[in-house]
């Protein structure tokens, strides 16, 4: 069982930034393939980013791809969000979550579905 949960996100202006963290706890958290998603009431939850289990490979939505980075850090169980110029399509509610599993194809790791774990979500507003 893993716990997850969010902090960081808040209100900021179109061009600003914002660095999200994710506190992670229980067992072996940090074998876990880490994601975060975002979601409005308009939209389904979707992929934002992903990291692997060593903090080496990252996948992007092409949306924030070269604005947002997704980092780790195991030694403090923690996984980071930074978004930078930040657009108001961008506001949403952020989550966190952890897939257990060792292996994956690439295309489940853009599916909440392959996610077992997930925080109670922070929320981001840009505002134009």
């Known amino acids: 069982q893993v716990q997850l949960v969010e902090s960081g996100g808040g209100l900021v202006q179109a061009g600003g930034s914002l660095r999200l963290s994710c506190a992670a706890s229980g067992r072996a958290s940090s074998r876990y393939g880490m994601g975060w998603f975002r979601q409005t009431p308009r939209r389904d939850r979707e992929f934002v980013a992903r990291i692997s289990r060593s903090g080496v490979i990252t996948y992007y939505a092409d949306s924030v791809k070269g604005r947002f980075t997704i980092s780790r850090d195991n030694a403090k169980n923690a996984v980071y969000l930074q978004m930078n110029s930040l657009k108001p399509e961008d506001t949403a509610v952020y989550y966190c979550?952890?897939?257990?599993?060792?292996?994956?194809?690439?295309?489940?790791?853009?599916?909440?579905?392959?996610?077992?774990?997930w925080g109670q979500g922070t929320q981001v507003t840009v505002s134009s």
């Open positions: 979550a952890a897939d257990p599993r060792p292996s994956g194809t690439v295309a489940s790791f853009y599916t909440s579905a392959s996610y077992d774990y």
